[in-house]
Protein backbone atom coordinates (compact mmCIF):
# COMPACT_ATOMS: atom_id res chain seq x y z
CA UNK A 1 0.00 0.00 0.00
CA UNK A 2 1.28 3.19 -0.81
CA UNK A 3 0.76 7.09 1.40
CA UNK A 4 0.56 9.59 -0.44
CA UNK A 5 1.44 12.44 1.35
CA UNK A 6 1.27 15.96 -0.38
CA UNK A 7 3.85 18.73 -0.03
CA UNK A 8 1.71 21.92 -0.91
CA UNK A 9 5.09 24.21 -0.49
CA UNK A 10 6.41 22.44 -3.20
CA UNK A 11 4.28 24.47 -6.01
CA UNK A 12 3.87 20.61 -7.74
CA UNK A 13 0.20 20.22 -8.60
CA UNK A 14 -1.10 18.05 -5.73
CA UNK A 15 -2.43 15.22 -8.35
CA UNK A 16 1.05 14.91 -10.13
CA UNK A 17 2.42 14.81 -6.64
CA UNK A 18 0.30 11.22 -6.48
CA UNK A 19 1.35 10.01 -10.27
CA UNK A 20 4.97 10.54 -9.31
CA UNK A 21 4.58 8.85 -5.83
CA UNK A 22 2.49 6.23 -6.91
CA UNK A 23 5.79 5.92 -9.80
CA UNK A 24 7.97 5.93 -7.10
CA UNK A 25 6.35 3.03 -5.30
CA UNK A 26 6.00 1.23 -8.59
CA UNK A 27 10.52 1.80 -9.49
CA UNK A 28 10.63 -0.05 -6.20
CA UNK A 29 8.54 -2.60 -5.91
CA UNK A 30 6.35 -1.33 -3.20
CA UNK A 31 3.29 -1.40 -5.61
CA UNK A 32 3.14 -4.42 -7.66
CA UNK A 33 1.01 -5.77 -10.30
CA UNK A 34 -2.25 -6.96 -8.98
CA UNK A 35 -2.13 -4.50 -6.12
CA UNK A 36 -4.68 -2.46 -5.22
CA UNK A 37 -4.23 1.87 -4.66
CA UNK A 38 -6.42 3.44 -2.34
CA UNK A 39 -9.75 4.86 -2.79
CA UNK A 40 -10.22 8.10 -3.11
CA UNK A 41 -12.12 8.64 -0.55
CA UNK A 42 -9.27 7.22 1.34
CA UNK A 43 -6.61 9.45 0.21
CA UNK A 44 -8.73 12.13 0.58
CA UNK A 45 -9.06 11.13 4.73
CA UNK A 46 -5.06 11.26 4.65
CA UNK A 47 -4.37 14.31 2.86
CA UNK A 48 -7.12 16.45 3.02
CA UNK A 49 -7.52 16.77 -0.88
CA UNK A 50 -10.25 17.18 -3.28
CA UNK A 51 -11.54 14.08 -4.36
CA UNK A 52 -11.26 15.31 -8.25
CA UNK A 53 -7.70 15.56 -8.33
CA UNK A 54 -7.01 12.48 -6.89
CA UNK A 55 -9.25 10.64 -9.67
CA UNK A 56 -7.20 12.92 -11.99
CA UNK A 57 -4.38 11.47 -11.21
CA UNK A 58 -5.06 8.20 -11.10
CA UNK A 59 -6.89 8.64 -14.59
CA UNK A 60 -3.30 10.11 -15.33
CA UNK A 61 -1.72 6.48 -13.87
CA UNK A 62 -4.47 4.93 -16.40
CA UNK A 63 -3.85 6.71 -19.37
CA UNK A 64 0.38 5.93 -19.01
CA UNK A 65 -0.94 2.37 -18.90
CA UNK A 66 0.11 1.77 -15.34
CA UNK A 67 -3.21 0.81 -13.43
CA UNK A 68 -6.34 0.03 -14.29
CA UNK A 69 -9.65 0.84 -12.45
CA UNK A 70 -12.65 -1.64 -12.22
CA UNK A 71 -16.02 -0.57 -11.64
CA UNK A 72 -17.34 -1.20 -8.14
CA UNK A 73 -13.82 -2.76 -7.39
CA UNK A 74 -10.90 -0.09 -7.28
CA UNK A 75 -8.08 0.96 -9.31
CA UNK A 76 -5.41 -1.98 -9.66
CA UNK A 77 -1.68 -1.52 -10.60
CA UNK A 78 -1.30 -3.06 -14.29
CA UNK A 79 2.53 -2.41 -14.86
CA UNK A 80 5.17 -2.50 -13.15
CA UNK A 81 8.05 -0.36 -13.69
CA UNK A 82 10.76 -2.14 -11.58
CA UNK A 83 14.17 -3.00 -12.54
CA UNK A 84 16.40 -4.86 -10.85
CA UNK A 85 18.37 -3.35 -8.19
CA UNK A 86 15.83 -0.93 -7.32
CA UNK A 87 14.10 -3.10 -5.38
CA UNK A 88 14.26 -2.58 -1.14
CA UNK A 89 17.02 -4.83 -0.08
CA UNK A 90 19.33 -5.07 -3.29
CA UNK A 91 22.87 -4.14 -3.49
CA UNK A 92 22.61 -1.18 -5.10
CA UNK A 93 20.03 0.56 -2.89
CA UNK A 94 22.05 -0.33 -0.50
CA UNK A 95 25.01 1.09 -1.27
CA UNK A 96 23.16 4.41 -2.25
CA UNK A 97 21.21 4.03 0.71
CA UNK A 98 24.76 4.23 2.88
CA UNK A 99 26.24 7.20 0.72
CA UNK A 100 23.01 9.06 1.89
CA UNK A 101 24.14 8.41 5.52
CA UNK A 102 27.63 9.80 4.60
CA UNK A 103 26.37 12.82 2.52
CA UNK A 104 23.96 13.59 5.89
CA UNK A 105 27.07 12.96 8.26
CA UNK A 106 28.99 15.78 5.93
CA UNK A 107 26.06 18.08 6.53
CA UNK A 108 24.40 17.91 3.69
CA UNK A 109 20.47 18.54 3.65
CA UNK A 110 17.50 16.60 1.94
CA UNK A 111 17.64 19.18 -0.88
CA UNK A 112 21.61 19.42 -1.26
CA UNK A 113 21.67 15.63 -1.51
CA UNK A 114 18.65 16.07 -4.10
CA UNK A 115 20.68 18.93 -6.08
CA UNK A 116 24.04 16.70 -5.89
CA UNK A 117 21.76 13.14 -7.63
CA UNK A 118 20.02 15.53 -10.24
CA UNK A 119 23.53 16.88 -10.77
CA UNK A 120 25.00 13.84 -11.15
CA UNK A 121 21.90 12.06 -13.16
CA UNK A 122 22.32 15.06 -15.68
CA UNK A 123 26.09 14.01 -16.42
CA UNK A 124 25.46 10.81 -17.51
CA UNK A 125 24.56 10.17 -21.38
CA UNK A 126 20.68 11.04 -22.45
CA UNK A 127 18.30 8.13 -21.95
CA UNK A 128 16.77 6.69 -24.96
CA UNK A 129 13.27 6.62 -23.90
CA UNK A 130 11.32 9.51 -22.25
CA UNK A 131 10.34 8.56 -18.74
CA UNK A 132 6.77 8.46 -17.93
CA UNK A 133 6.74 11.80 -16.05
CA UNK A 134 7.78 13.79 -19.24
CA UNK A 135 4.56 12.06 -20.87
CA UNK A 136 2.55 12.81 -18.34
CA UNK A 137 3.77 16.81 -18.34
CA UNK A 138 3.51 16.89 -22.30
CA UNK A 139 -0.11 15.17 -21.97
CA UNK A 140 -1.51 17.92 -19.37
Known amino acids: MVDYRIDRRSGVPAYVQIVQQTEQALRMGTLQVGDKLPTAKEVVAATAINPNTVLKAYRELERAGLVEGR?????????????????????????????????????????????????ALDELPAEEAPDSREQIREDV
Open 71 to 119: RGLGTFVRRSLARPGAEGGSELRAGLAAWMERARAAGLEREDILALCRA
